[in-house]
Nanobody
Framework: QVQLVESGGGLAQPGGSLRLSCAISGTISRNDRMGWFRQAPGMQREMVAVISSGGNTNYADSVKGRFTISKDNAKNTAYLQMNNLKLEDTAVYYC??????????????????WGQGTLVTVSS
């Protein structure tokens, strides 16, 4: 069973740092893109950062210069390094990935997968 497993959320003070990890568990054939989204209470889910299979990155304006997305292809794991955290970064952070895997019927399946979410709280 293919799934995204997130870790690294928690409590940080303003100006502090946290590092999120998202590992793809299970066997996949291809991973085209991974990214992080977040959803604050009462708000819509928004893109935070994405990274392509070739390493190209894109960031929301609100996190540029503070957050860095990276990926270890050998480990099928993406990371989000969050520095200089602000109160408004408080949200549930979700990992997202475009995957291709072989199912039990021997068929290739393209799947836009989501992680379970990890809570990041920035508070003094």
């Amino acid at each position: 069973q293919v799934q995204l497993v997130e870790s690294g959320g928690g409590l940080a003070q303003p100006g502090g740092s946290l590092r999120l990890s998202c590992a793809i568990s299970g066997t996949i054939s291809r991973n085209d893109r991974m990214g992080w989204f977040r959803q604050a209470p009462g708000m819509q889910r928004e893109m935070v950062a994405v990274i392509s299979s070739g390493g190209n990155t894109n960031y929301a304006d609100s996190v540029k210069g503070r957050f860095t997305i990276s990926k270890d292809n050998a480990k099928n794991t993406a990371y989000l390094q969050m520095n200089n955290l602000k109160l408004e970064d408080t949200a549930v952070y979700y990992c997202n990935a475009d995957l291709l895997y072989l199912n039990s019927a021997g068929e290739y399946v393209a799947w836009n997968a989501w992680g379970q979410g990890t809570l990041v709280t920035v508070s003094s």
